[in-house]
């Protein structure tokens, strides 16, 4: 099974900064298929990139994924209070499917 | 509006079972692979199992295969999971999730149900 690792755990920054997550997998992803989900407390996930860059519907452009292979970071380029979440990266490209850790992005 | 309505959690000792459902609306839902994800608490996320837009295949995680069983009723839009011999590590908050354009990706989840495996 392919393991997703993300870092850092948890990341402390303030409004209107630039947030770089990072998702890193044990073995290449197929076609890229990596997706990354945003998650508030009390409620569900919500799918925010998929294909590692290109942006589900109804989200804003601040967000933006990247990378190919193994290592797939989310860009947030100017943090909103409403960004502050855990957001979970997940491969789809292989059996079975699997999600990172997650990371924690809190305010400053 | 897609909407996924998740029922059917429970407190439940273990060994027992329990008969998850998941009501859908607002899709063409004989069209739209479903899956379902778990959520322990305070946790991450864990795939458990999916089914294709006609029933016809199935999958599980390692860690339910044998004891869990995803099925679908297209004629009520309807989503199951029937969960045999729980143990106290299937304890989570477990979520439908609809599959967007044939892939293993959800773009619309329901609230989730509680499934409790205590004694």
């Known amino acids: 099974e392919i393991v997703l690792t993300q870092s850092p755990g948890t990341l402390s920054l303030s409004p209107g900064e630039r947030a770089t997550l990072s998702c890193r997998a044990s073995?290449?992803?197929?076609?890229?298929?990596l997706a990354w989900y945003q998650q508030k407390p009390g409620q569900a996930p919500r799918l925010l990139i998929y294909?590692?860059?290109s942006r589900a519907t109804g989200i804003p452009d601040r967000f933006s994924g990247s990378g190919s292979g193994t290592d797939f970071p989310l860009t947030i380029s100017r943090l909103e209070p409403e960004d502050f979440a855990v957001y979970y990266c997940?491969?789809?490209?292989?059996?079975?499917?699997?999600f990172g850790q997650g990371t924690r992005l809190e305010i400053k | 509006e897609v909407q996924l309505l998740e029922s059917g959690g429970d407190l439940v000792q273990p060994g027992g079972s329990l008969r998850l459902s998941c009501a859908a609306s607002?899709?063409?839902?004989?069209?739209?692979?479903m899956t379902w994800v778990r959520q322990a608490p305070g946790k991450g996320l864990e795939w458990v199992s999916t089914?294709?837009?006609?029933?016809?295949?199935?999958y599980y995680a390692d860690s339910v295969k044998g004891r869990f069983s995803i099925s679908r009723d297209n004629s009520k839009n309807t989503l199951f999971l029937l969960m045999n011999n729980l143990r106290a590590e299937d304890t989570a908050l477990y979520y439908c999730?609809?599959?967007?354009?044939?892939?293993?990706?959800?773009?619309?989840w329901g609230q989730g149900t509680l499934v409790t495996v205590s004694s």
């Open positions: 089914i294709n837009g006609n029933g016809g295949n199935t």
């Open positions: 294909g590692a860059s």
């Open positions: 073995q290449s992803i197929y076609n890229n298929y």
């Open positions: 997940q491969q789809y490209g292989t059996s079975p499917i699997t």
């Open positions: 999730a609809k599959g967007r354009g044939g892939f293993n990706l959800y773009d619309y």
């Open positions: 607002g899709f063409t839902f004989n069209t739209c692979a």
